[in-house]
């Protein structure tokens, strides 16, 4: 039993940073319609820029703060490429974000090599349910918690927020209106840059990444956006902690390498039962 119980609280806390990078995958196709595959590589970008400040640059708190601003403007530049020119099909700006990803796996290996990074982070042990768990994975779900209610007031609350929605909801009459759609979708990458930039923060303390840990997590977090629909946050949360609990369950049980294999086959588990909703709805 107390097995079963550090599995699932585990898996909780390694729901937080898939539902932080699949809440950036959100962000983006909401607005622009393009599936951002560079957001597993925005995670790897905070990890390791995060490594480099904590390393006698910067204090804890600035560090990460920093790390996810730098990742911001990743995010801004990915964009730029991929949706900053008017009329992009969002299949080709689907490749451009692949394409920068490769790009940017190719920079990680250039300024930090190919050795895992693990920075510190926040040190001890928490008792919960009477199960002992690192104190940063816990922060990990924690801030996720936040952060998933901080951007829900953004949208509900702010002018930003607003122009955001009108874009993701009916972009023709979002420009009528005067919005620029082609900003708000570089708002929406600058976003994505943020979250994925703060998941990595959050999750190189306990799992170090590395330039191969991009796949895994765009993966794990693009699973969790597809069983949202690509459009809600809090069902991309939802997706998340199934995911992850599943997967340490899987970890604790069986074998830690199939996490990946768990994310593709809820991925094509989740888009056979929508295509057979959606071909019934036809029927009718």
């Not at 765009?218 to 809600?232: D, E, N, T, Y």
Request: hydrophobic share 55%; proline share 4%.
């Amino acid at each position: 039993m107390a097995d079963l119980l550090t599995y699932l609280i585990s898996g909780l806390a390694l729901a937080g940073s898939f539902a932080l990078i699949g809440s950036g995958i959100v962000v983006v196709y909401r607005v622009t319609h393009v599936l951002n595959f560079a957001q597993g590589t925005f995670a790897v970008f905070g990890g390791m820029i995060s490594a480099s400040l904590l390393g006698g640059l910067l204090p804890h708190g600035v560090a990460e703060l920093v790390a996810v601003l730098c990742c911001a403007v990743i995010g801004v530049i990915v964009g730029f490429a991929a949706v900053g020119r008017r009329g992009t099909p969002p299949m080709i700006s689907l490749l451009v974000t692949l394409g920068m990803a490769m790009i940017g796996q190719a920079v990680v290996v250039t300024v930090w090599g190919q050795t895992p990074v693990s920075p510190p982070g926040f040190s001890g042990t928490i008792d919960i349910l009477g199960v002992s768990l690192e104190t940063q994975r816990v922060v990990v779900f924690v801030a996720a918690l936040i952060t998933f209610a901080l951007l829900s007031l953004f949208f509900a609350r702010t002018d930003i927020g607003k122009a955001l929605t009108a874009a993701a909801s009916n972009p023709r009459a979002a420009r009528l209106v005067g919005i620029d759609t082609r900003l708000m979708g570089l708002v929406a990458f600058a976003i994505a840059g943020a979250l994925g930039g703060l998941a990595g923060v959050l999750i190189a303390p306990t799992t170090a990444v590395s330039v191969s840990s991009d796949l895994p997590l765009v993966l794990s977090g693009l699973a969790a956006a597809i069983f949202g629909g690509l459009r809600s946050p809090w069902l991309t949360f939802v997706g998340a902690v199934i995911l992850g609990v599943v997967g340490q369950l899987v970890a604790g049980y069986a074998n830690g390498s199939y996490q990946t294999q768990i994310a593709l086959v809820m991925m094509l588990v989740i888009m056979i039962a929508r295509a057979g909703r959606m071909t019934a709805e036809e029927a009718k």
